[in-house]
Structure formats: structure tokens, C-alpha cells
């Protein structure tokens, strides 16, 4: 049971660049998540899917694209990379949206934009 | 804007020190959050809140609903507790989480 995982661990990529991170969750949970955590700042939500075939809008979405493949997968795609998507980006599933229930964070993925 | 504050920020303690972090809240939330990020990065979810007080080994955290307050607390200090402490709400109306800034916690030997 490997939880939520993350691929790749580390990015490297020119202005311009583009670049999809995976997420694969084994819990079967409904809902998927994208964060990004900068120095200084809480946790920001990109996008979120509360359920397979649903993608809404977080607080910070301009740069980027979603796709929940299957009920297991929720990537995140940078068409064109910016500096200020520098970042950490951290993907995490829960069993609905509701604040009832915890969520459960992959390990990361930092990325740097040149 | 953010809706989440946490104080301290940074904060320095000797082993075996008891350890407060506290978090205040704008409006009213269905639940509240307490996360641990360590210096690898992971995230884990230590308590979630939405009345009252829970206790897990020496750690504490209790929700002053009418206050919109919580507080972390850590008994009986010990190095391997150094990591950043993350609250996280859900508001009533949306499908979020907002997170306050952390508060970083350094245990000395």
C-alpha cells in the first residue's frame, strides 16, 4: 500500500518548457488535489477533482492544466513553464472534499524554472 | 489573503520543554487540521478538529470553536519533534482546505 506517489522527485526546465507531474493514489479515494507550497506561504490549491471525471478551479490555477485520468490518477500539466511556477508541488487524495476527512499527501515534487 | 494565521512563526525550544503553537481562523469552519511537514518534505496529518480536544502519545490539540482558535501542543519535547506544524480549515461553504503559513519547530538537545 504505497499511499499517494509522486513522479519525478526533481525538475529542471527552461522558460518555455513543458511538463505533466503524476499522481497515482492506491487508497480508492474519490477526491485528488494539487498543491504548491512556496517559502514564506501556506499551502496553495491549483486544482482539485472531487471525483472521477470532475475538475473544479483552486485559488491559484493561471499556468496550468489537470487531467483525473482514472479514479487512481491526477496529473498536473505546465504547457508553458514560468519562473514563478517555481516551486514544490505536492498532489494528496481524501476520501470526499469534505473537511471531515484527512488528507493524505504525496512526497513532492520540486521543481525549479531557469 | 489569508484566512489561516499561526503563531510563531520559528520557534526554538529545549528538550523537554512543553511546546504551544497556536492557530486563529477568520469565519466559521466545519473542521480544522493539524499537519506535520518534516525536513524531507513529507506531509502527514497529525489531528483533525471540530470540537473539543484529542491527545495522541505527547501530543495535544485542542479547537475553541466560539474563540476560532486552536492550539498544538507538545509535552515533553523531544528533537525528533523538529518539523514545520501546519493548520489547515475547511470553510462551510467550499470544497477546500486553507493552510496557515507553518510555524517551524526546532528541538534542541
Known amino acids: 500500500n504505497a499511499g499517494v506517489t509522486q513522479t519525478p522527485k526533481f525538475q529542471v526546465l527552461k522558460t518555455g518548457q513543458s511538463m505533466t507531474l503524476q499522481c497515482a493514489q492506491d487508497m480508492n479515494h474519490n477526491s485528488m488535489y494539487w498543491y504548491r507550497q512556496d517559502p514564506g506561504m501556506g499551502l496553495r490549491l491549483i486544482y482539485y477533482?472531487?471525483?472521477?471525471?470532475?475538475?473544479d478551479k483552486g485559488e491559484v490555477p493561471n499556468g496550468y492544466n489537470v487531467s483525473r485520468l482514472n479514479k487512481r490518477e491526477f496529473s498536473l500539466r505546465l504547457e508553458s513553464a514560468a519562473p514563478s511556477q517555481t516551486s514544490v508541488y505536492f498532489c494528496?487524495?481524501?476520501?470526499?472534499?469534505?473537511?471531515?476527512?484527512?488528507?493524505?499527501f504525496g512526497p513532492g515534487t520540486r521543481l525549479t524554472v531557469t | 489573503k489569508n484566512e489561516v494565521e499561526q503563531s510563531p512563526q520559528n520557534l526554538t525550544a529545549q528538550e523537554g520543554e512543553f511546546i504551544t503553537i497556536n492557530c486563529s481562523y477568520s469565519?466559521?469552519?466545519?473542521?480544522l487540521h493539524w499537519l506535520q511537514q518534516h525536513p524531507g518534505g513529507g506531509i502527514v496529518s497529525l489531528f483533525m478538529?471540530?470540537?473539543g480536544k484529542k491527545k495522541h502519545g505527547r501530543l495535544i490539540a485542542t479547537i475553541n470553536i466560539q474563540e476560532k482558535h486552536s492550539s498544538l501542543h507538545i509535552t515533553a519535547s523531544h528533537p525528533r519533534d523538529s518539523a514545520v506544524y501546519i493548520c489547515?480549515?475547511?470553510?462551510?461553504?467550499?470544497?477546500?482546505?486553507?493552510f496557515g503559513t507553518g510555524t517551524s519547530l526546532t528541538v534542541i538537545p
Open positions: 477533482s472531487a471525483s472521477e471525471g470532475t475538475t
Open positions: 494528496a487524495s481524501s476520501e470526499t472534499t469534505s473537511g471531515d476527512y484527512e488528507q493524505y
Open positions: 478538529l471540530s470540537s
Open positions: 469565519v466559521g469552519i466545519s473542521a
Open positions: 489547515a480549515v475547511s470553510f462551510y461553504t467550499g470544497n477546500q482546505f486553507y
